[in-house]
């Protein structure tokens, strides 16, 4: 069964400090990880995007990395902003039979930039 | 958001009543979803059309249905038949052309609270 589990739940950091969230997936075949950033009561805006020969990825101050070996990702956050405050989902893509592609969300990493 | 709309924001429905979600997108994608996202959870897919006139059940169709007469329109109608209907709704829209790489670009959602 195709799962993306991610780590921690919840993450509260303070304004100016550095994180990272964690993403373990069980998917096959795999095709591309996104990262997408979900404000409360919006819709995700995708981060970045990773294939199987790329193991990092930046957009500004937000750095994904790919360990297609391990099945793992990671998005690391440098000099939070209050505004970096949302959920982050890991998305895997993986290719059906006959073609098409079917996504497997995270859970998402709730995070909390305060001052 | 990118060009996808969806209303109302918030609705509110006395339960053995359907109730229609819209979803318009003007970024002449050829392929439109529809996710539900409760507490907890990731998303989950409820239908998908690649094309028009054509609709794909998702994981969790059940109590739902879609029609796709339109390119840029893709209603979602939840029935009575959907025991817990209260969640967060999103449609998302993607290009079929780039193939799986191309993005899912989401819209702002809907509440529906059914009362």
């Known amino acids: 069964k195709n799962q993306v589990e991610q780590s921690p739940q919840s993450l509260i950091i303070l304004e100016g400090k550095n994180c990272t969230l964690q993403c373990n997936y069980t998917v096959s075949p795999f095709s591309n990880l996104r990262w997408y950033k979900q404000d409360t009561g919006r819709g995700p805006v995708s981060l970045t995007i990773?294939?199987?020969?790329?193991n990092t990825k930046s957009n500004g101050r937000y750095t994904a990395t790919l360990d297609a070996d391990t099945k793992q990702s990671s998005l690391h956050i440098t000099a939070s902003q209050l505004s970096d405050s949302a959920s982050y989902i890991c998305?895997?893509?993986?290719?059906?039979?006959?073609?098409?592609?079917?996504?497997?969300f995270g859970t998402g990493t709730q995070l909390k930039v305060e001052l | 958001d990118g060009g996808i709309t969806q209303s109302p924001k918030y609705l509110f429905r006395k339960e053995g009543q359907n109730v229609t979600l819209s979803c318009e997108q003007n970024l002449n994608h050829d392929a439109m979803y529809w996710y539900r996202q409760d507490p907890g959870q990731g998303l989950r897919l409820i239908y998908y059309?690649?094309?028009?006139?054509?609709?794909q059940k998702g994981d969790i169709a059940e109590g739902y249905s879609v029609s796709r007469e339109k390119k840029e329109s893709f209603p979602l109608t939840v029935t009575s038949a959907q025991k817990n209907p209260t969640a967060f709704y999103l449609c998302?829209?993607?290009?079929?052309?780039?193939?799986?790489?191309?993005?899912?670009?989401f819209g702002p959602g809907t509440r529906l609270t059914v009362l």
């Open positions: 059309s690649q094309i028009v006139n054509d609709f």
């Open positions: 990773m294939t199987f020969s790329e």
């Open positions: 998305v895997v893509s993986s290719i059906l039979t006959g073609g098409g592609n079917k996504l497997t």
């Open positions: 998302a829209s993607r290009r079929i052309a780039g193939g799986p790489a191309d993005t899912q670009y």
